[in-house]
């Protein structure tokens, strides 16, 4: 018992150095800041304890939730090797509403991930690692266009808590974004953090909710998000 609460102590300091470091790369006296609105509506089917899918539609506002940054559909896949260790992979169709520069209007790009998650229990607390490729591209423009694939190599860490007799269990989740494309400075540049919960509907499904600042880093005027997200996802499970 005392082990298990040196690990918490120890965990939470991680969490707590991190988040400092992260805050201590921020760069300029100036910011932009913005509020968005994230959207999801999803449904995910369980094929056996193994195999999983999901398909979602996603709908994102931007400019303090007055106009629409993009829609999109994703379809992933997931598949637990082991009890703690879990791969998957998912694509996505965009449409992106450019409104910037002399060209404006909606554009459609086509984004593919490739996941890697960890997960184990200390006490109430429930933890994941996880490690993402990203690869995204718009569409109908090609490289001689100068138009290069946006990769990212991305890593969360999540935490959760049960608190007993209460469904709405309190979770937080840190991530790191490191960018390489051609022609662009690369490496860390953005991160996330998210606090948020879910709520269980027997035979049905999830509601979640979430709060979420996203900051940009390695830039003269880094950009501030802040978001608020609300989703749906309806589950339907392979009866055996």
């Known amino acids: 018992m005392m082990k298990e609460s040196k690990n918490i102590k120890s965990l939470i300091l991680v969490v707590l150095l991190s988040v400092s470091w992260i805050f201590a790369q921020e760069g300029g006296l100036e910011e932009v800041k913005d509020l968005e609105a994230w959207s999801t509506i ?14 979602e539609e996603q709908l994102r506002l931007k400019t303090d939730v007055s106009e629409i940054d993009k829609y999109f559909t994703q379809f ?19 449409r ?15 984004r593919f991930q490739l996941d ?35 990769q990212h190599i991305r890593f969360k860490t999540s935490i959760g808590y049960n608190i007993k007799e209460w469904k709405l269990d309190p979770k937080f989740s840190a991530e790191l974004f490191n960018h ?17 919960t879910d709520y269980k509907i027997k035979k049905v499904g999830k509601i979640g909710f979430f709060y979420r600042m996203e900051k940009e880093l390695r830039v003269d005027i880094p950009r501030t998000t802040n978001i608020i997200g609300l989703k749906f996802i309806h589950t339907i499970k392979k009866s055996i």
């Open 180 to 196: 390489f494309e051609e022609g662009e400075d690369n490496g860390l540049n953005k991160y996330r953090l998210t606090l948020g």
């Open 96 to 110: 992106e509403n450019d409104t910037k520069g002399n060209i404006q209007g909606y554009e459609n790009h086509f």
């Open 76 to 94: 992933e896949a997931k598949y637990k090797a082991f009890d703690n260790l879990e791969f998957g992979g998912g694509v996505r169709y965009l």
């Open 116 to 150: 890697m998650s960890y997960k184990h229990k200390i006490n109430d607390f429930s933890l994941k690692y996880r490690l993402r490729y990203q690869n995204k591209n718009e569409l109908g423009i090609s490289t001689s266009d100068a138009d290069y694939a946006k």
């Open 42 to 55: 999803g449904l995910e089917y369980k094929l056996n304890k193994k195999w999983s899918f999901g398909l």
